[in-house]
């Protein structure tokens, strides 16, 4: 009967005229794209199918804009391990299959197993080797109150109950479409993802399975806690968007039967690997015409240019795979006062990154965030890190950067908060490879329906874009002849009642066969040096570089332009 209802569910799951609100991805090795079913017909042998909560036209539609129906969080009995946690969720997914205990239309409801033994979530993550299916990973700061007076660490998950994407800029409705799976009552139900830091230029094809914003609330998810941890499941539907609560529990068993529950603790190091190609775009000749054209533009009399960020892109192929949470794992190690992330559509790059930068943490209606800039690397003793550090709080060219992007904040949160503190106005914060100038900004919102406006207002901020953003914003499209996609964008989750975003930088974008794209950028202002800017940047990107061997003879190393 259950095999009958699977091959019914994967018929109608195939007719283009029944659904329209799909990710299918190709089932070619090397192509990667974004297929909504109402603009091609896949082949769906082999594919990975799920709910896509943002539809188009979702104004339109008012059903699609309320609460859903049903939103529960119900926790079981506390295990010893992952093993017995699985056991449990799979009684109790039939249990739920049997009775259909939900009578309402559409809902979400997490099913979490409380586990006595501590397991990394990225070791958990390390063992569910499916490609095919969506993957997240998020490790915060600060880890913060989950559950039973345990402080949550890091999220894994696998498989998307519910997935948000589309090609367009990420709207006001497509944040609706989001809340309205989340509530105050089940806050660990949230949304992972990110957002383009530029939804207008044109996608290149590593970033195209990414559409202009992706998040998804996981399937199966395991939370790495302070003294435990936590295996969970999620199970969404509307039958408005054409996925039913049926639906919704066979895709998860689908899920569950590839997980795996057998978790080894892998190293936290990479092998060593030579590379066989490394190209930069920028070349460091094209990178010097571009600093010094944009130092014209901010020196001319007419022009309101403050302030430009620029980028550069390193594609590095190397003689074996890179495996993203090897990567990850490694930027881990060192990533204290740090977020990590990770995302990965299905059959998809994994975009990972190792940022400094929050760009708000909303927590009810208190907000926060964040002004970063300056950039001195770290001393190799203690005398000379004080020094360099003197130097970076006495530099008049970062002093005027930095200054830039604490007040734009903070006009910015003054819109829409009552008050705003900078606490402190200007310090040094120091990272294990990297220091730099860091402010702190606070406030209090007057609605947290103004959320939405903090996320578009604060970016791109003047950290990753510049000042003025959109004169900004005319000279990167101008300069830059390759895809920033969700680098230097917003990477993080909704949640009921909270919210937190890093910004996308320190990042790559790392695909099977095809190596990695390792992103950077420096802020370019009155006083900038070319030279010294593309020091800046190598010294950006060597917690990616220094995870390879890259002594290859010069012919192999190679700057486009």
Known sequence: ??????????????????????????????????????????????????????????????????????????????????????????IA????????????????VRVQVPIEEQVEAIDWLHSQKHLLLPR??????????????????????????VYFSQPHPFSYWDWISIRRFLSERCPLIRAYGAIRF?????????????????FMIPQVE?????????????????????????????????????????????????????????????????????????????????SSLTK???????????????????????????????????????????????????????????????ALAGTRARGASQALDCQIELD???????????????????????????KVVIKPEKMIRKLPRIQHLFAQLSGRLRSEEDEFEILLSLHPSPAVCGFPTEEA?????????FDRGMYAGPVGWFGGGESEFAVGIRSALVEKDLGAFIYAGTGIVEGSNPYLEWDELELKTSQFTKLLKLDLPQRQKVDCK
């Open 392 to 418: 970076l709080l006495t530099s008049p060219k970062d002093d005027i950067e930095f200054t830039i992007v604490r007040d734009t904040i903070r006009r910015k949160l003054e819109a829409v908060c009552e």
């Open 198 to 214: 530029n939804a207008k230029a044109k996608v290149s094809s590593e970033w195209l399975a990414f559409g202009s914003f992706y």
């Open 93 to 108: 997914i039939s249990e739920m299959k049997s009775e259909a205990p939900f009578g309402t239309s559409s809902g979400i």
């Open 473 to 481: 914003q005319l000279l990167i499209a101008e300069t830059e002849v």
């Open 308 to 370: 430009v960020v620029l980028a550069r892109s390193t594609r590095v192929v190397p003689t074996a795979d890179i495996d993203p949470l090897a990567w990850l794992s490694c930027l881990k190690v060192e990533g204290e006062n740090a977020y990590q992330f990770l995302l990965q559509p299905p059959n998809a790059p994994a975009f990972i990154g190792n940022t400094p930068e929050q760009l708000f943490h909303r927590k009810w209606l208190h907000i926060t965030s964040e």
């Open 1 to 90: 009967m259950a095999t009958a209802t699977f091959h019914k569910w994967l018929t109608h799951f195939t007719d283009t005229k029944k659904c329209s609100n799909f990710l299918v991805p190709p089932s070619s090795k090397g192509q990667q794209s974004m297929c909504f079913l109402h603009y091609h017909r896949p082949v769906c042998q082999g594919c990975y199918l799920s709910m896509n909560g943002c539809r188009e036209g979702q104004h339109q539609y008012a059903r699609t804009r309320n609460p859903v129906g049903t939103i529960e969080t119900r926790t079981l009995a506390p295990v010893a391990s992952p093993a017995m946690a699985m056991y449990s969720l799979n």
């Open 136 to 161: 997240c990973f998020f490790f915060g700061r600060k880890s913060s109150p989950c559950c039973n007076g345990e402080n949550l660490v890091s999220v894994a998950g696998v498989g998307s109950a």
């Open 222 to 302: 395991f939370n790495e806690l302070e003294g435990g941890s936590m295996l969970t499941i999620t199970i969404a539907w509307d039958n408005d968007l054409s996925w039913s609560w049926e639906n919704a529990i066979n895709a998860l068993q689908e899920t569950l039967c590839k997980v795996s529950s057998s978790i080894v603790k892998f190293p936290k190091q990479t092998p060593p690997t030579l590379i066989l190609s490394s190209h930069n775009i920028p070349s460091q000749v094209d990178w010097d015409l571009a600093v010094n054209r944009a130092l014209q533009m901010i020196e001319r009399n007419d």
